[in-house]
């Protein structure tokens, strides 16, 4: 089972950016397709994007599209998040997961697709 260990989170203003990075370890990152959640307080964990194991495919979430790019490094087994134009409605804990299935992806995965999380990293985007 692959470990993941996300960094990268921190204090920003609005419209700020910051990336995001997740490091795999115990399985290639290759073998799975990869995505971003965020729980904000009080709410649930919401997809925020994910992307194909060969990084060729990416589906975003509504709220984040034109200023998030999700992306991946195989070779270093890390993948990314970009967070541009940082709103304050986007401060939550980020978390990265990895697919159960490498071979499918929906635009729209949820929870229960995903079989490894890491144990998150703040993200809060003052006004």
């Known amino acids: 089972q692959v470990q993941l260990v996300e960094s990268g989170g921190g204090l920003v203003q609005a419209g700020g950016s910051l990336r995001l990075s997740c490091a795999a370890s115990g399985r290639a990152l290759s073998s799975y397709s990869m995505g971003w959640f965020r729980q904000a307080p009080g709410k649930e964990r919401e997809f925020v994007a994910v992307?194909?194991?060969?990084?060729?495919?990416?589906y975003y979430t509504d709220s984040v599209k034109g200023r998030f790019t999700i992306s991946r490094d195989n070779a270093k087994n890390t993948m990314y998040l970009q967070m541009n134009s940082l709103k304050p409605e986007d401060t939550a804990v980020y978390y990265c997961g990895a697919h159960r299935n490498p071979f499918t992806l929906s635009p729209t995965p949820t929870l229960p697709d995903f079989g490894s999380w890491g144990q998150g990293t703040q993200v809060t985007v003052s006004s």
């Open positions: 992307i194909s194991w060969r990084g060729s495919v990416t």
